[in-house]
């Protein structure tokens, strides 16, 4: 919490400042997540990619975007992180929602529901998209928590497909298939044009993993206990696995070549190569 709350003002900072050099840069992208949450709204922050040593006098706040009146009771923590795609803004809300905004202005160009919790308490009915979306020719993909896994044409919000898969750690892509760990934890591979299961692995079943990501022909996912593992794309067989440490994995890990980083819940990192070690 207190890194968190040192980016809140890192960000209040360069705004109130009109300007960001390099050494406040990552706090405010760390940051960015947690304020979204804290404000209850979403900020667009433009020429981070320019950054450089200098500081920048052009720092603005594009827009906000503010719906209090859907915020639910209960929700699960966090929120997804918004992915930008051919002049749109993709959320996926607390209500179950995935929204798009137009990145000019954020005015509302569509909203689609694909998480509906139901029952006769606050934390049956608890409805949330707060994982990982993907954006790829014109589609987003997305997953709710008490929901569906589903493929929405970016322009209108309309379903290609759904299918019913409840996750709160969001979808990765590769070329043909999209990957989601479902609500218990098993893995699913789903197809990107039409949504039918090709395969699902339960061997990693209430290890509680975190968000999944592409390596070449496999996917890789840590857990709750510190464990990288990977999986073949083709069938979901493992193909390794290796451990970080002993405390919960639950942010993508990133691909750059052929080596794969890791980080914890407590900040450990680690790279792996598959078949060269750690």
Sequence with gaps: ??????GLATIAGCINHAAVDREHAVDVLDALDFAAAFAGRYL????????????????AVVFAHIDHATVPILSLRGNSAPVIDSGAVFVGEDNGKVIALRATDGGEMWEQQIATGEGRGEIER????????AVDSGV?????????????IAQTGRPLWTHEVSSFTGVALSASQVYVGDADSSVWALDLRTGSSEWKQDGLKYRWLGEIAVQGDAIVVGD?????????ITDGKFAARAQLSKDPIEAAP???????????????IGAFRVGAGK
């Design 126 to 133: 608890i409805q949330d998209v707060d994982g990982a979306l």
């Design 224 to 232: 709750f206990e510190g464990f990288v593992h990977w999986l073949s």
């Design 140 to 152: 987003v993909y997305a997953a709710g928590y008490r929901g569906q896994t589903a493929a929405l």
């Design 1 to 6: 919490m207190r890194n968190q709350r040192r």
């Design 44 to 59: 667009l922050l433009p020429h981070f990619a320019a950054i450089g040593g200098a500081q920048r006098d052009d720092l």
């Design 254 to 268: 990133i691909v750059v070549g052929d080596i794969v980083y890791v980080m914890d819940v407590e900040g450990e």
